[in-house]
T-cell receptor, first 115, second 118 residues
Framework: EPEVTQTPSHQVTQMGQEVILRCVPISNHLYFYWYRQILGQKVEFLVSFYNNEISEKSEIFDDQFSVERPDGSNFTLKIRSTKLEDSAMYFCASSEGRGYQETQYFGPGTRLLVL | AQSVTQPDIHITVSEGASLELRCNYSYGATPYLFWYVQSPGQGLQLLLKYFSGDTLVQGIKGFEAEFKRSQSSFNLRKPSVHWSDAAEYFC????????????????FGKGTHLIIQP
């Protein structure tokens, strides 16, 4: 069964450093998402992406975040200058179409620790 | 803004016993409702979803959920749990808020950690 994959599974970085989290969505999917979950808190929507541009973004997704689809398979989340509060599990998801009738398939997550 | 509450952080159930995980949402209109499960090291897997119609929804792995508008609830149930059901369970709500053809994010609850006793 096709699945969303994410790399790395864990990342440790120093505050102020840039990190790039990578995702490979399911191959025929057109919509891509990033979510995050700070330890002990809710899974929160960050951003959605379609046709090489951001579709929706939450108030969390500020200027230090960016997303990109650099090639036909990868979807990345970049955090420009990490802060301690960016420590979280980051989930990538993809869906074939748009709207909630289309299931969002999630990857296993990348656990980011900012020191 | 919409919100989702899962009042139970942890639930312990004996193998073979029935299970009910609670979920309450806050939203003015009928939302789109989901239950996801996350096993250790795995992504979030969709168990079931509700959009409209029959308020009792059947999902995978023997799970079902019932939408009760009067109680703003969407509780997940299973008549007999198996040890493999031990996982984190997330309730989520989707609200159509897009404009210009964008895609929409889900709002999740904090999750309920299910422990299965032998």
């Amino acid at each position: 069964e096709p699945e969303v994959t994410q790399t790395p599974s864990h990342q440790v970085t120093q505050m102020g450093q840039e990190v790039i989290l990578r995702c490979v969505p399911i191959s025929n999917h057109l919509y891509f998402y990033w979510y995050r979950q700070i330890l002990g808190q809710k899974v929160e929507f960050l951003v959605s992406f379609y046709n090489n541009e951001i579709s929706e973004k939450s108030e969390i997704f500020d200027d230090q975040f960016s997303v990109e689809r650099p090639d036909g398979s990868n979807f990345t989340l970049k955090i420009r200058s990490t802060k301690l509060e960016d420590s979280a599990m980051y989930f990538c998801a993809s869906s074939e179409g748009r709207g909630y009738q289309e299931t969002q398939y999630f990857g296993p997550g990348t656990r980011l620790l900012v020191l | 803004a919409q919100s989702v509450t899962q009042p139970d952080i942890h639930i312990t159930v004996s193998e073979g016993a029935s299970l009910e995980l609670r979920c309450n949402y806050s939203y003015g209109a009928t939302p789109y409702l989901f239950w996801y499960v996350q096993s250790p090291g795995q992504g979030l897997q969709l168990l079931l979803k509700y959009f409209s119609g029959d308020t009792l929804v059947q999902g995978i792995k023997g799970f079902e959920a019932e939408f009760k508008r009067s109680q703003s609830s969407f509780n997940l149930r299973k008549p007999s749990v198996h040890w493999s059901d031990a996982a984190e369970y997330f309730c989520a709500v989707g609200v159509m808020m897009y404009s210009g053809g964008g895609a929409d994010g889900l709002t999740f609850g904090k999750g309920t950690h299910l422990i299965i006793q032998p």
